[in-house]
């Protein structure tokens, strides 16, 4: 279904967008630093998830409406940023105690919050749509099979990636304990959220 030598081609390339910081890192980041190792993870799995459904609409051709339609490009995109300040608000009100005090977000809701700011980003189907093409060849075989392929690559290379600088927030969390400590994370990761909406809404569409 796609070239051996093709796909040998874009693991490389997708493992350096991959490592290349963006949003869905700098999600992981805030999340571990609010709520640990195990949620970060999750969500840079939710993350992923959403990535594989921005992909599998990109190759059924669903992706272009978007490309096509500036309204719905600006609808999605301010839900996007209201998510995400629904997110920072949390984060910034959440009870200033201990941090081993703290009790997690489950890894559940974690992977859904990262599914959801995911999906609520429509600069990633508009990546989709002008990247993956590239190594597309209608040859060989179901052209919506190719992108599932390739979009399987870029979304276990984000797990691994956002997953571990995640794990890294995480683990600086645990070791910072008192409660101006876990007052100084929940800004710092509200801070994160909040850089995130105000990206997205002067994002423009090309």
Known sequence: MVDIWTLMAFIP???ALNLSPGADMMFCLGLGLRSGPKAAVAASAGISTGGMVHVTLAGLGLGAAVAAMPWLFDVIRWIGVAYLL??????????????????PMGVGRAFIDGMIVNLLNPKVILFVLAFLPQFIDP???????QFLIFGLVL??????????????????????????FARGLGMLSAGVFTVL???????ERV
Not at 86 to 103: E, F, I, N, T
Not at 158 to 174: E, P, S
């Open 13 to 15: 390339v997708g493992l």
């Open 86 to 103: 629904v997110l920072a608000w949390g984060a910034l009100h959440a009870a200033p105690v201990a941090s081993a005090d703290v009790r």
């Open 139 to 145: 040859e060989q075989g179901s052209i919506l099979g």
């Open 155 to 180: 979304a276990i290379g984000g797990i691994v990636v956002n997953g571990g600088v995640g794990v890294f927030a995480g683990t600086l969390r645990k070791r910072l304990t008192g409660r101006r």
């Open 197 to 203: 909406a105000v990206r997205l809404a002067v994002l």
